[in-house]
């Protein structure tokens, strides 16, 4: 095996989602440990507390307890070069979301055991079927009160449309929660607690091991017995096509804080998920050992340090091997160039990287030249991946700064901050930037436009929300708008490319423009960037 293929053999890359506190940070922290990333349970995390937690970076998240952006960690573990991204846990940000997990080979989905899937993360959640990558379920707190387990599988099922398939079963809950049963080696796996610190001990036993009494009484022995029962003849078996597929997931039960539980999830889901797979481009499909380095530019940070207001754009590598000096090709900016500062955030370092694989993240300087979705590659090998789409905005704002010598920095804020993907912009038909339509996903990101301008850019803006709901671009390049016959509530606009596009309130009034202009296109994706 060539260094290149066992390297990209070890990879994993999976992308951890979650609602706000279920445990993504405490989950991500007991996995560091076990890799011996870092020795201290509590060095990652405590948001609330005055440290704050490596992947949150701005003031915005700390104040809110959100975590609004994502940041890349790798760890090793026996063989394996692991890649977490973490995501934004609150859905105004699924958006971002659905970029990183196109980054991410398969996907974590933390479930707090005590509140199952909730109304405000369904969407979050379903960005991750969109992808159709494997999502292994941990569902955490179990040394909580949580919801029967059965109840939390069913909840899954219903509400996210996919079909489970539990690895692992608890043995009780809240204090009681004592340890796991595998289903495929029969085996009960008993923790000892030891206050979430280092790996935890455990024992194995069998179901019918007389040492069981000492740390389950009758009651409990007999209801995971009838559990065991249900299970076999109920659920789904596990089929690891289907889990591949997206189809099924791997359901695990566990307790990130106190640590049980999280080493058996961890070593089944390397053995459940793969290493990088190839990826389709223009060009057909890219085999990731076979073919020279290319990448993608998945997320682009702006502020990750503050005291030098630097920009950094996260690439997921595809193929190939990453050396630090190496030439490389930007496809987009039709370009030669060397990536500059390439970097990994390992646990809570950040260093130079000088080599990396397909399934490596790396984060490289951006002066401004890159933009979501964009390809680089080696310039004797050519091609473009696939783009990433946008999310079609559902909350749409005017925007405007306050004082009108700011113009310079107002153009400048919105625009960068609109490259970054965190908001779309469009404008007044062949009007400059005076003012801007502002459209997002969730209406978190107009708190952040508004929080950012102000400490970045030194810009204050006036919001005035909007009433539409629906945006169309016009397919048909010889229209002109003006021309157009509209119902009184549609609104013609322009993306920063010109493309024509509109702005709705209701179906009804989509319906009007389509009755109203014969041979009327629109459409409900465009590149609304278009930078
Ligand atoms: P998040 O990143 O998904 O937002 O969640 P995070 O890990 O920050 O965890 C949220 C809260 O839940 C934290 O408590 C954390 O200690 C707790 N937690 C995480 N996993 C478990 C678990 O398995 N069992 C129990 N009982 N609690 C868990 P906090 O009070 O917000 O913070 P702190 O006071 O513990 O620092």
């Not at 760890?75 to 990183?100: A, M, V």
């Not at 804080?257 to 290493?275: D, Y």
């Not at 076979?290 to 996260?314: E, T, W, Y």
Request: hydrophobic content about 40%.
């Amino acid at each position: 095996m060539s260094e290149i293929q066992n390297e990209i053999k070890k990879r994993r890359t999976f992308a951890i989602i979650s609602h706000p506190d279920a445990g993504k940070t405490t989950l991500t922290e007991k996995l560091l440990l076990y890799g011996g990333a870092i020795n201290l349970a509590g060095s990652v995390k405590g948001k609330k507390t005055s440290k704050h937690a490596v992947s949150d970076w701005m003031e915005i998240e700390k104040q809110r307890g959100i975590s609004v952006t994502s940041s890349v960690l790798q760890f090793k573990y026996n063989d394996c070069c692991i890649n977490i991204l973490d995501t934004p846990g609150h859905q105004d940000f699924s958006e971002d979301t659905y970029r990183t997990l196109m980054a991410a080979d398969s996907a974590v989905m933390v479930i707090d055991a005590s509140k199952g899937v909730e109304a405000q993360t369904i969407k979050l959640f379903k960005v991750c079927l969109l992808r159709r990558i494997p999502i292994i379920t941990f569902i955490n707190k179990m040394d909580r009160d949580a919801k029967n387990p059965f109840e939390l599988l069913e909840d899954i099922e219903n509400v996210l449309g996919i079909n489970t398939c539990p690895i692992n079963w608890p043995v009780g809950s809240g204090k009681e929660f004592k340890g796991v049963y595998d289903r495929n080696k029969k085996k009960l796996l008993m923790f000892t607690a030891n206050n979430g610190q280092k790996e935890v001990d455990s024992e194995t036993l069998s179901l019918d091991a007389p040492e069981l009494k000492e740390y389950i009484n009758q009651y409990q022995m007999q209801e995971l017995y009838d559990d065991i029962d249900l299970l076999e003849g109920a659920g789904d078996s596990f089929d690891l096509e289907a889990v591949r597929a997206g189809k099924l997931t791997p359901v695990f039960f566990g307790s990130a804080l106190t640590n049980f539980g999280v080493e058996p999830f961890l070593e089944k889901f390397l053995e459940i998920t793969t290493s990088p797979l190839p990826r389709e481009a223009d060009c057909g499909i890219i085999d990731p050992v076979q073919s020279p380095f290319s990448a993608f530019v998945f997320k682009i940070q702006a502020n990750m340090n503050k005291a030098h207001r630097d920009r950094i754009a996260f690439m997921r590598i595809c193929s190939g091997k990453f050396e630090k000096d190496m030439e490389v090709y930007h496809v987009q900016g039709e370009r030669k160039m060397h990536l500059s500062q390439p970097q990994q955030l390992m646990a809570q370092e950040r260093e130079i990287v000088d080599e990396a694989y397909a399934g490596d993240i790396i984060g490289v300087f951006d002066p401004g030249i890159f933009s979501i979705g964009d390809t680089i590659c080696t310039a004797n090998n050519k091609f473009k991946y696939r783009g990433i789409p946008t999310f079609a905005p559902e909350y749409f704002a005017l925007v405007r700064q306050k004082d009108t010598m700011k113009r310079k920095q107002f153009v400048k804020g919105t625009t960068q901050i609109a490259r970054e993907g965190a908001i779309q912009i469009f404008k007044e038909l062949d009007a400059g930037m005076e003012e801007v339509y502002v459209g997002v996903v969730g209406t978190l990101q107009f708190d952040v436009l508004k929080y950012r301008l102000n400490n970045e850019y030194n810009v204050e803006i006036i919001m005035e929300s909007l009433p539409y709901k629906f945006i169309r671009w016009i397919g048909n390049k010889d229209i002109d708008p003006k021309k157009l016959d509209l119902a009184s509530d549609t609104k013609r606009i322009q993306d920063m490319n010109g493309n024509n596009l509109l702005f709705f309130t209701s179906y009804w009034s989509i319906d009007w423009a389509l009755e109203h202009n014969k041979g009327l296109i629109l459409e409900e994706f465009g590149n609304s960037q278009g930078f």
